[in-house]
T-cell receptor, first 115, second 114 residues
Framework: AQSVTQLDSQVPVFEEAPVELRCNYSSSVSVYLFWYVQYPNQGLQLLLKYLSGSTLVKGINGFEAEFNKSQTSFHLRKPSVHISDTAEYFC?????????????FGKGTMLLVSP | KAGVTQTPRYLIKTRGQQVTLSCSPI?????VSWYQQTPGQGLQFLFE???????NKGNFPGRFSGRQFSNSRSEMNVSTLELGDSALYLC?????????????FGPGTRLTVL
């Protein structure tokens, strides 16, 4: 069975500073990797996903993530955050061998951007 | 395209009651997954339906059940409610439910059990 660990439950950062949200996964098989964002009182929205190919994946709103197979990590980065990036971020995996999509999520990281 | 719709948005029930939540997928989406979100356990997979058939199920007791209709709308039911069932219930839909597909989430139904 796969599992996802998000190492930080909260990350406070000042506006225009860079940020990295960490995600490590554990699985006995190959996985697909996803980052979702949840704004208050809303559902989740996909930021980016890694399926194959280049290990650096670019997503919406200036976010990017890098897949590192040897370290089983998929950290999310943004070079300069805005107040509007304040939200909860979830890393998720889906097993490649499964024919259908069942996401296993991490516990989430709350990104708090202050002026 | 209209997004994923969940009704009701908020619900208050008492222990022992049962509840039914509804999810209307994006037009053309045939796969509907349900997740429970709580502060302690995070997001946990409940079950997934495709073409009116349950294809996958998470590790939840039998009090949690669901179904899907021919128009792909899905309902989930929780019987004999317990305090611990208080949570945000999210549904997510994809066109075919493949494991590379992007899941589109609804806003959720906030269930409070008193």
């Amino acid at each position: 069975a796969q599992s996802v660990t998000q190492l930080d439950s909260q990350v406070p950062v000042f506006e225009e500073a860079p940020v990295e949200l960490r995600c490590n996964y554990s699985s006995s098989v190959s996985v697909y990797l996803f980052w979702y964002v949840q704004y208050p009182n809303q559902g989740l929205q996909l930021l980016l996903k890694y399926l194959s190919g280049s290990t650096l994946v670019k997503g919406i709103n200036g976010f990017e993530a890098e897949f590192n197979k040897s370290q089983t990590s998929f950290h999310l980065r943004k070079p300069s955050v805005h107040i509007s990036d304040t939200a909860e971020y979830f890393c998720a995996v889906s097993e490649r061998i499964a024919g259908y999509s069942t996401l296993t999520f991490g516990k989430g990281t709350m990104l708090l951007v202050s002026p | 395209k209209a997004g994923v719709t969940q009704t009701p948005r908020y619900l208050i029930k008492t222990r022992g009651q049962q509840v039914t939540l509804s999810c209307s997928p994006i037009s053309g989406h045939r796969s509907v997954s349900w997740y429970q979100q709580t502060p302690g356990q995070g997001l946990q997979f409940l079950f997934e339906y495709f073409s009116e058939t349950q294809r996958n199920k998470g590790n939840f007791p039998g009090r949690f059940s669901g179904r899907q209709f021919s128009n792909s709308r899905s309902e989930m039911n929780v019987s004999t409610l317990e305090l611990g069932d208080s949570a945000l219930y999210l549904c997510a839909t994809t066109s075919a439910g493949g494991n590379t597909d992007t899941q589109y989430f609804g806003p959720g139904t906030r269930l409070t059990v008193l």
